[in-house]
């Protein structure tokens, strides 16, 4: 929708762009002063071969080695000195008794004695291991029992930074795919990284501008677009086609043959109604080529829609558009929305020095003066327009037809209808037109 000769600022062009700021975290792990197996594995046969061979009465054999091994083992934190006063304390204050020669009896106890420590040695080995052994960050997800996992503040540690490294290397992956694809764009790739903003390009810098939780979100996916070979787009979903193919016409596209764009599978037409002038006098302008387009789309079938292009500056004025459109449409039959379109211009518009909130206001007061007179108000614009010039929570209850030139809709929230080309080719027309998709609801 390009306004006499003043064109539409691109916001969407050059931008520079360094390498996306990132600070993994950094975790440094200290040794745990755990036995290993090799040395625990010696540690149990040296104290039971000593235990087995020390002379000691069938009674105090099995409680004596047992001792032996807690005092001194890994967890106890004993030492030899201990080893030593455990021993002198388990034979205190008992008689000697007479020794006995060893028996098959006593090696087979001994051996079981020995098997016995061996398996509780591993046991210890396996569960002080596994304790320093760091959890990856399935551990938690791979339970599946009713019980709760514990974790030490080490493990959650590393956890932490198996994520952080990977995703930092997902968001490489991210980079390089978008940044290799056939035509690269800083802005493309910006908007998929900050999927929980909407972004946009103006005056060299960039805007963030957070998602809100109370606006209905954007349900097109975008595997369902496919492109054919002259560059117009369709919308199918699993239930079949669920997008009508429009454009958008005014003065610009001339003298229109609307028998050829019926032919061409052309099911909605969006027609300027007219304009308000640039200058000061803010002149209403009905376009010059509004009957001729309305009689021709109409008697070929074409659903009709209307848009007119506002440079109001106050409430009254944008009432006052309104009303123009009203009056311009009273013998005539719409189906499709009545549109205001807002735009930045790069000349010195009247309505270029708005604030955001008294845009806001105006626009408000167009479609609300549209819907009162029985019809269905829709507000159309590109990122800049509906989130730079418009505050988008005080108008999301409108429709709107979001302008986007691209192979997907770049709109995080519900939207009617997807101007995605302004050089499209259509028979019955001269040079370009403006391409739409209008969603089915």
């Known amino acids: 929708m390009h306004q006499s000769d003043d064109e539409i600022m691109d916001l969407d062009n050059s931008a520079d762009y360094d390498d996306m700021p990132y600070d ?72 000697a008794r007479r020794k006995r020669t060893a028996r098959p009896q006593s090696i087979l106890m001994g051996f079981l004695a020995l098997t016995t420590l061996c398996s509780l040695g591993l046991c210890l080995y396996m569960l002080f291991n596994s304790r320093t052994t760091p959890a990856n960050s399935n551990a938690i997800i791979g339970n599946g029992g009713d019980q709760p996992v514990f974790y030490s503040q080490e493990e959650v540690d590393v956890m932490m930074e198996e994520a952080a490294l990977a995703g930092k290397q997902d968001l490489k992956n991210e980079i390089m795919n978008q940044l290799s694809s056939e035509n690269p764009s800083v802005q493309d790739t910006l908007r998929r990284l900050y999927s929980d903003f909407v972004f946009y390009q103006d005056s060299g810098s960039y805007y963030f501008i957070p998602l809100s939780d109370t606006i209905e979100r954007n349900t097109l996916e975008r595997g369902n677009f496919s492109v054919s070979e002259n560059g117009e787009i369709s919308y199918t979903s699993q239930n079949g086609t669920s997008a ?42 009905t376009d010059e080529c509004f009957e001729r387009n309305m009689e021709g789309a109409a008697a070929n079938g074409i659903d009709i829609g209307v848009y007119f292009f506002t440079q109001a500056i106050t409430v009254e004025e944008a009432r006052e558009e309104a009303q123009y459109v009203l009056d311009l449409l009273a013998s005539y039959d719409i189906s499709y929305p009545i549109v205001i379109d807002v735009e930045k211009l790069s000349s010195d518009a ?55 030139y691209n192979n997907y809709v770049y709109y995080p929230y519900e939207v009617q209808m997807w101007q995605y080309s302004d050089k499209g080719s259509i028979p019955g027309i001269e040079g370009a037109v403006d391409l739409n998709l209008w969603f089915l609801e």
């Open 24 to 95: 993994p975290l950094e975790h440094h792990r200290a040794d745990e002063p755990f036995m290993d197996g090799d040395v625990l594995d010696q540690y149990l046969a040296n104290e039971v071969s000593a235990a087995l061979s020390e002379p000691t009465t069938d009674e105090d054999a099995e409680d004596t080695v047992n001792a032996d091994l807690w005092d001194a083992s890994p967890i106890s934190g004993g030492s030899s000195a201990a080893q030593s006063k455990n021993k002198t304390r388990s034979r205190a204050g008992k008689q």
């Open 244 to 285: 009508r193919k429009g454009i958008d016409v005014s003065q610009y596209q001339g003298d229109i043959d609307w028998e050829q764009v019926a032919a061409s599978g052309v099911e909605f037409a969006m027609i300027r109604a007219g304009y308000r002038g640039y200058g000061t006098e803010g002149k209403l302008v």
């Open 350 to 404: 009247r309505a270029n020095a708005l604030t955001q909130a008294q845009r806001t206001e105006i626009v408000s007061a167009f479609c609300d003066a549209i819907a009162e007179a029985g019809y269905t108000p829709m507000i159309y614009g590109g990122i800049y327009s509906l989130f730079g010039m418009l505050d988008i929570n005080q108008v999301s209850h409108y429709k709107i037809w979001f302008a986007f």
